[in-house]
């Protein structure tokens, strides 16, 4: 059998990953799917936890597809933020639009 | 002695953190949302070996079909932006990096405090068609989770909206566009 400390391993990498990502990408789009990657790390660990600790209690996987909304959601607006840029501003390099910044 | 589901977790988790660090360091847009697919399908995996076939087939179906293929599209829309001759990272890549560092220390930290972290997973006392009904009556109940499943649905809804009219070639844009 797998113990869980493999998936806990496992799903901390890809959550450190997904920092990395979302930290030092210039692009908003790569932003985004590191922000996905960072999801999916917690929902690995959510059903993880979930069949290993609490495998009679539902709650875990309801958490989980609320958290594929959440993400579909996200990646929804997300998009369209960048498209919605795109067409103003020409660029989707994150350093480039900084117009709320003072 | 491995087992074969050991194997087959051990070649997920490598293609899956192969294809996620290929997905931050990939200079090419395309190709990083393509190892984003390879990475979101290394998840379907362990939730298959973990029993949830559901949430595998909700991964495939949300993640790999919907959620890539919308960000294989803004790619192709907004390719002008960005080359791949391009600085891809930012200056401040090296503090992202001690971060990402930071992070994964102290999860695996914090991790090895908790109990159980060696458990065997406990069998399951119901089978894979009758842990699916009782997720879906439970959704559904009015005494359980239908409001979270509510709210979800409201949500989408919402950004469903909101990122039509974000991303709706207004006058004042093209207005815009007409004078650069």
């Not at chain 2, 899956?16 to 979101?40: E, G, N, P």
């Not at chain 2, 559901?54 to 919907?66: E, G, S």
């Not at chain 2, 908790?114 to 119901?126: D, F, H, Q, R």
């Not at chain 2, 089978?127 to 879906?136: I, R, V």
């Amino acid at each position: 059998m797998i113990p869980l400390s493999w998936y806990i391993l496992v799903s901390a990498a890809l959550f450190s990953i997904g920092i990395y990502g979302a930290l030092a990408r210039r692009n908003a789009l790569a932003i985004l799917m590191a922000i996905e990657l960072m999801l999916n790390a917690v929902n690995l660990n959510l059903v993880a936890f979930w069949r290993y600790l609490t495998p009679n209690v539902v709650a875990g996987k309801v958490f989980v597809l609320v958290v594929f909304a959440v993400a579909a959601s996200e990646v929804a607006v997300g998009l369209a933020l960048i498209i919605s840029i795109y067409r103003r501003r020409h660029t989707i390099a994150v350093e480039e639009i900084d117009m709320m910044k003072w | 002695m491995l087992t074969l589901t050991q194997i087959v977790f051990l070649v997920a988790a490598a293609i899956t953190l192969l294809a996620s660090f290929m997905v931050v360091t990939c200079r090419s847009m395309v190709h990083a949302a393509l190892w984003l697919i390879m990475a979101l399908a290394g998840v379907a995996v362990f939730f298959v070996l973990l029993n949830a076939g559901f949430l595998a087939v909700v991964q495939v179906a949300v993640y790999i079909d919907a959620i890539a293929i919308m960000i294989i599209v803004v790619v192709m829309l907004t390719r002008h932006s960005m080359g791949i001759q391009d600085r891809q990272t930012n200056k401040t890549w090296w503090a992202a990096v001690i971060a990402a560092l930071l992070m994964f220390g102290g999860l695996v930290l914090m991790f090895t405090q908790a109990p159980l972290l060696g458990a065997e997973a406990p069998a399951l006392t119901m089978g894979s068609e009758a842990l699916l009904e009782e997720l879906g009556l439970a959704l559904v109940d009015v005494d359980r989770y239908i409001v979270p499943f509510e709210v979800a649905s409201v949500l989408l809804l919402t950004a469903l909206v909101g990122s039509i009219i974000v991303a709706w070639p207004g006058r004042k844009s093209q207005d815009l566009e007409d004078q650069s």
